[in-house]
C-alpha cells in the first residue's frame, strides 16, 4: 500500500527559527527518500535526498530517516523568507519509473 | 538550457472539449512523467513513459491519453472534459529510474473545466 502522511499546515514561523517538517509512511519497502520544495505557480524541485536510514546534511537543510519508525524529516536551520514554499516529501521502493509516491506537502511561512 | 517546457500555463474549458497539453524537454531526458496536484492532495501519477514509443498507466489515468513519437515530446490528450479534471498539471523528467532520481519538473499548466 503507498501511502504518505504530509501534515498540510500552514507552518508559520519566525526568521531565522529552526523549522523541522515531518512525514510517516507505512509501506517498509521505500528505500528512497526525497524533499521537493515547491514556490508558488511553479514546479517542484529537488532539495534533499537520502537512500535508506540516516542523516544529510546540506547548508542549512539537514534530511533525516529513520526506517525503524517509518518517519522522515528535513531541518531548516536560520530559516529564511526566502524558505517560505510548499515542502513535498517523497519515497520510493526500487527502481521503476512508476514508483515515487508523493506527501500531500507541508506549506511553510517564514515571518520576516 | 531550458529544462522542461509545459504549454499553455492556463486554460478554461468547456465540459465535453478535448485539448493537448504539451511538455517538451531538452536534456535527452529517458523517462517522462504527467502529474496532477490538486489542493490539499499532493501529486499523483498519471502516465509515464520509460523511452520513445513506450508508455504506461499510473495512479490516475481514467480520462487521459499520451503519446511519445520522439525523446523530447510528451504530450498528454484529454478527449473529453470533466470538471474532475481541474487540476495544476505538471510533466516531468529524468535521466533514469533508478533509485534516487532528481525529477526535473516543468512549470505546469493549471486547467480549469466549466
Known amino acids: 500500500q503507498k501511502e504518505v502522511e504530509q501534515d498540510p499546515g500552514p507552518l508559520s514561523v519566525p526568521e531565522g527559527a529552526i523549522v523541522s517538517l515531518n512525514c510517516t509512511y507505512s509501506?517498509?519497502?521505500?528505500?528512497?527518500f526525497m524533499w521537493y520544495r515547491q514556490y508558488s505557480r511553479k514546479g517542484p524541485e529537488l532539495l534533499m535526498y537520502?537512500?535508506?536510514?540516516g542523516n544529510k546534511e546540506d547548508g542549512r537543510f539537514t534530511a533525516q530517516v529513520d526506517k525503524s519508525s517509518k518517519y522522515i524529516s528535513l531541518f531548516i536551520r536560520d530559516s529564511q523568507p526566502s524558505d517560505s514554499a510548499t515542502y513535498l516529501c517523497?519515497?520510493?521502493?526500487?527502481?521503476?519509473?512508476?514508483?515515487?509516491?508523493f506527501g500531500k506537502g507541508t506549506h511553510l511561512i517564514i515571518q520576516p | 538550457n531550458a529544462g522542461v517546457t509545459q504549454t499553455p500555463k492556463f486554460r478554461i474549458l468547456k465540459i465535453g472539449q478535448s485539448m493537448t497539453l504539451q511538455c517538451a524537454q531538452d536534456?535527452?531526458?529517458?523517462?517522462m512523467y504527467w502529474y496532477r496536484q490538486d489542493p490539499g492532495m499532493g501529486l499523483k501519477l498519471i502516465y509515464y513513459?520509460?523511452?520513445?514509443?513506450?508508455?504506461d498507466k499510473g495512479e490516475v489515468p481514467n480520462g487521459y491519453n499520451v503519446s511519445r513519437s520522439t525523446t523530447e515530446y510528451f504530450p498528454l490528450r484529454l478527449e473529453l472534459a470533466a470538471p474532475s479534471q481541474t487540476s495544476v498539471y505538471f510533466c516531468?523528467?529524468?535521466?533514469?529510474?533508478?533509485?534516487?532520481?532528481?525529477?526535473?519538473f516543468g512549470s505546469g499548466t493549471q486547467l480549469s473545466v466549466l
Open positions: 517523497a519515497m520510493r521502493a526500487t527502481g521503476g519509473a512508476d514508483g515515487l509516491t
Open positions: 509501506n517498509s519497502a521505500f528505500q528512497y
Open positions: 537520502t537512500y535508506s536510514s
Open positions: 536534456m535527452n531526458h529517458n523517462y
Open positions: 516531468a523528467s529524468s535521466y533514469s529510474s533508478g533509485g534516487g532520481e532528481k525529477l526535473f
Open positions: 513513459s520509460v523511452g520513445a514509443g513506450i508508455t
